[in-house]
């Protein structure tokens, strides 16, 4: 099957600290790849380097088999087929949920009004936020929030999604509902890129779990055999501090 995202070599620095080094992924159209590792080691840097959101030194970025890395990609047009939702929810304050939501199909993809209130209406109930569409940001919890967010990208109609640390703001509580939104995302077949410390989440939705380690991907395996068996000594110590 032919890759949907593709990185090959791909590099980056900030000044002499080399934060990603010859990174080489693959990941096809329907897979959800999820990306572990400790804090720093370059799992969110290299979601951003996906989205062009960071200059890469080396390498490239192919989005289906159209390399990203050249000058002239209009990242606005591709940011529309690439989705993301980070670990803040970046919600405008001052608009509704509905409004939040309609703004970037309205405005960016010139979309029609109708069209998309009534997609935008479907999602908030698929994700148990109907009695919310009329709500300011302010008065939601932060799970709800997430949620919108990520109503909001799936609105564009992407066909991947960059999920960064999406919980690691939110109260344990509001974790779980969070979760289920991406967890059914993935049984509808939606190509993923998850960064998460959430290692039981991981195990359930993964169809690849990567390993990262100082900028370089260590072990690359299906979410069975990595947590049960992980290849590498530094894998292994990582899982370690997660075994109660």
Same mark, same amino acid.
């Given at each position: 099957m032919d890759a949907l995202i593709e990185l090959r070599g791909l590099s980056k620095s900030y000044g002499k600290h080399q934060v990603l080094?010859?990174?080489?992924?693959?990941?096809?159209?329907g897979e959800v790849i999820v990306l572990i590792g400790p804090s720093g080691c370059g799992k969110s840097t290299l979601l951003r380097c996906v989205n062009g959101l960071e200059e890469i030194q080396g390498g490239s970025v192919l989005f289906r088999n159209e390399d990203l890395t050249r000058r002239k990609t209009d990242w606005r047009i591709v940011r529309q087929q690439i989705g993301m939702v980070f670990q803040s929810y970046h919600l405008f304050p001052h608009m509704t949920v509905i409004e939040n939501i309609m703004l970037g199909p309205i405005?960016?993809?010139?979309?029609?009004?109708?069209?998309?209130?009534k997609q935008a %209406?479907?999602?908030?109930? &698929? /994700?148990?936020?109907? =009695?919310?569409?009329n709500a300011f940001p302010r008065q939601l919890s932060g799970g709800q929030q997430q949620r919108i967010a990520?109503?909001?990208?799936?609105?564009?109609?992407?066909?991947?999604?960059?999920?960064?640390?999406?919980?690691?703001?939110?109260?344990?509580e509001m974790v779980k509902e969070v979760l289920e939104v991406m967890?059914?995302?993935a049984k509808?077949?939606?190509?993923?890129?998850?960064?998460t410390h959430e290692m039981s989440f991981? %195990?359930?939705?993964?169809? &690849? /779990?990567?390993?990262? =380690?100082?900028?370089t991907i260590c072990e690359v395996g299906d979410p069975k055999t990595?947590?049960?068996?992980?290849?590498?000594?530094?894998?292994q110590q990582f899982l370690n501090q997660f075994i109660s």
């Open positions: 080094k010859d990174i080489n992924l693959k990941v096809a159209e405005q960016v993809q010139k979309r029609p009004k109708d069209e998309v209130l %209406k479907s999602l908030l109930e &698929r /994700v148990g936020l109907s =009695d919310k569409t990520i109503v909001r990208a799936l609105c564009m109609n992407p066909v991947l999604m960059l999920f960064d640390e999406v919980t690691a703001a939110l109260d344990p967890q059914t995302l509808e077949n939606m190509t993923m890129m998850i960064v991981a %195990k359930a939705v993964a169809d &690849r /779990v990567i390993f990262m =380690d100082a900028g990595f947590f049960q068996c992980p290849q590498t000594p530094r894998a």
